[in-house]
Structures are given as structure tokens and as C-alpha cells.
């Protein structure tokens, strides 16, 4: 059996635990562990065997017009290319081919915040109908048009970030003449036409501070979401000013989590892949399980073991976190 050897202060863990028995009302003791295909992840106590499952598309590359300070576009570097929607499909046709059965489609954003989805929505309707593959979107800022184009496609699920403070959409996103009012109308926009929405918070996101998130979540928590993701600035994923800056401390990750948990009590809360790794990202995980996340990507080693010893029952999984509220609900397997 692994050990985690984190000390945690009486107080501190007292105030998690109060997390953990709000998810264990609402949920019960199964905990998920994710390891979605974009890459190889093994530790001691969590690994997958079998066929890939999920994947993550690009459909612009490696480009982003906006080049924002939070990835510089290096989180689409990991994405299988699919630049037009004849691409797209070729590509879909090869992976379910191969035995995947869910996508995440994403891309790079303009000089507006927009993921520019609508020359792809009649290819992505056509790789859920006659593919019968899972397709989400993790989308930038959306408006009405676009929000409606998503639904006649017919997409399982929306994931957007939502930021909570003007100064961090201006300075890290490189966005000075949108506002935290963009970011609440498109979750509005998403939610009227019926989609199923994941919002994402990024801890940290303003330099390493915490600076807008605790609106962030009570904008998401305004429009009841299916379930919501929280992850972690990760600073070598940005430019090189940002990579002299920190990412919070675990202790500070951790409030932003107890406080999501306890804002949406019955909302499926998942840590998502991205976070800094090392010692930081042992206690980040263990503090978010006593916060009472529903489940953790790519989780640290002894985390899993950990989860046993505080009273979960562990299930891993192949699949995007994001598509926790489908597992649950039994639309598709773990």
C-alpha cells in the first residue's frame, strides 16, 4: 500500500471534511479516476489497459490568434489536427475505426474569444449520427448563433472557462474590450438552447492569484450546470514572464474547491488534467478528495490508495472527466 506523507493541519482537514461528507450525502462513495487518450499516464496505484477511448481534436492546429499568457496555444499541442471539416471527419472515421468512442472538439481562439465552430457543426451532427461516437466542444466566448448551431448538432456537451475578474480577461487573455458580463451571457446563451454545460474554472489563472474564481463559481452556480471542472494554472504552459510565477498553493486550490462544493452541492465537481505536478499536485489531490470532488484526472500517485483509506470506492475510467454526469446517469460506461 502507498503512503502519502502530507501533514495537514487538524484545522484544515476538519474544514475539508465538511466537503466530503456534502459529496458523500449527495452521491454516495464512488469516486472517479479519468485517463482520457491524449496521452500514456501510469503511477503505482492507477493505470489503464485496453483501447483508447477518448480523444481530444483541433480544429485549428497548433494556432491561436489570441496567443493568451494562461497556454501560448501549447494545450492544443497535444490534439490530433483537423483543420477542415473533411479533416474532421477522416479523422473521426479513422478513430472509431480503432475502437474510440468519444471526442472532445476544441481549437484556438481569435482576437475575439471565439472558437470559430460553425463551419464544423454539420460534420460534428454527422460524426454523432452515423458514427454513434460521444462529441463535446470546449468552446470560447458564444453567442446566440453559435449556441444554437451546438444544439442542432446535436453535442453531448459544452465546456467553456469562465473567468470571474475583468483585469485577468484583459491582461491574461489578452481580451481588454470583453468583460466578465461575455463570459455570463454565454453561459445564458448555452443554457437556453438546452445544452448540456461543463464549465471550467482555472485556479490561479491571474498570475498565480486567486482573483475572480469565487465569482466565476457563482456565475456557474446561477445557471445549474451538469457538472463542473476545476483545474490549476499550469505556468510552463504560458510565455516566458509566466513561467517565473507560481501557481497557488495547494492550501489556496483547496478553498476555491471546498467553496464550489458547498455553493453546488448536488453538481458532479471533478479536478480536471491540468496542474502543475510534483509534491504540489500530491496535496492539491488529496485536499481536493477531502473537499468532496466527485473525481480527479490523471490523479497523483497514492491518490487512489488514499481515496480507499478515507472510505471511496474507486472507478477508473478511459473518458474525459468532463463527461462524469453521463457516467453517472448511466448513458455510458465508466
Excluded at 499516464?41 to 489497459?49: A, G, T
Excluded at 438546452?194 to 489563472?205: N, S, T, W
Aim: proline fraction near 6%.
Amino acid at each position: 500500500m502507498l503512503d502519502i506523507d502530507i501533514e495537514i493541519k487538524e484545522s484544515l482537514f476538519d474544514k475539508l471534511r465538511e466537503g466530503l461528507e456534502i459529496r458523500l450525502k449527495n452521491f454516495g462513495k464512488k469516486v472517479y479516476f479519468h485517463s482520457p487518450g491524449f496521452k500514456h499516464y501510469e503511477v503505482e496505484d492507477f493505470h489503464l489497459k485496453g483501447p483508447v477511448r477518448f480523444v481530444d481534436i483541433s480544429i485549428t492546429g497548433k494556432r491561436c490568434e489570441l496567443m493568451c499568457d494562461h497556454c501560448a496555444s501549447k494545450i492544443l499541442w497535444h490534439m490530433i489536427p483537423a483543420e477542415t471539416p473533411d479533416r474532421l471527419w477522416k479523422v473521426c472515421e479513422d478513430l472509431r475505426s480503432q475502437g474510440v468512442t468519444g471526442i472532445l472538439i476544441s481549437g484556438g481562439s481569435n482576437r475575439d474569444g471565439i472558437v470559430e465552430l460553425h463551419p464544423f457543426l454539420n460534420t460534428m451532427r454527422r460524426v454523432r449520427e452515423e458514427l454513434g461516437m460521444i462529441v463535446t466542444c470546449h468552446v470560447g466566448l458564444v453567442d446566440r448563433g453559435l449556441a444554437e448551431g451546438l444544439r442542432e448538432a446535436g453535442v453531448d456537451a459544452v465546456l467553456l472557462d469562465i473567468i470571474g475578474d475583468d483585469e485577468t480577461i484583459a491582461r491574461v487573455y489578452k481580451l481588454p474590450h470583453r468583460s466578465v458580463r461575455d463570459y455570463y451571457d454565454s453561459l445564458k446563451n448555452l443554457k437556453e438552447a438546452g445544452l448540456r454545460i461543463v464549465p471550467h474554472v482555472i485556479i490561479g489563472l491571474h498570475y498565480g492569484k486567486i482573483k475572480g474564481e469565487f465569482r466565476a463559481l457563482d456565475m456557474i452556480a446561477d445557471h445549474d450546470p451538469d457538472a463542473l471542472v476545476l483545474v490549476v494554472v499550469m505556468p510552463y504552459y504560458g510565455k516566458a514572464n509566466f513561467q517565473l510565477l507560481p501557481p497557488p498553493k495547494p492550501e489556496e486550490g483547496a478553498e476555491v474547491v471546498l467553496y464550489a462544493r458547498k455553493l453546488m452541492p448536488s453538481v458532479p465537481i471533478m479536478i480536471g488534467c491540468a496542474r502543475p505536478a510534483g509534491p504540489d499536485r500530491v496535496k492539491f489531490d488529496v485536499y481536493s478528495l477531502l473537499a468532496g470532488v466527485n473525481g480527479i484526472a490523471f490523479p497523483a500517485e497514492g491518490v487512489v490508495t488514499y481515496s480507499k483509506e478515507i472510505g471511496l470506492e474507486p472507478v477508473l475510467s478511459p473518458s474525459c472527466c468532463s463527461t462524469v454526469f453521463m457516467i453517472q446517469a448511466g448513458v455510458i460506461e465508466p
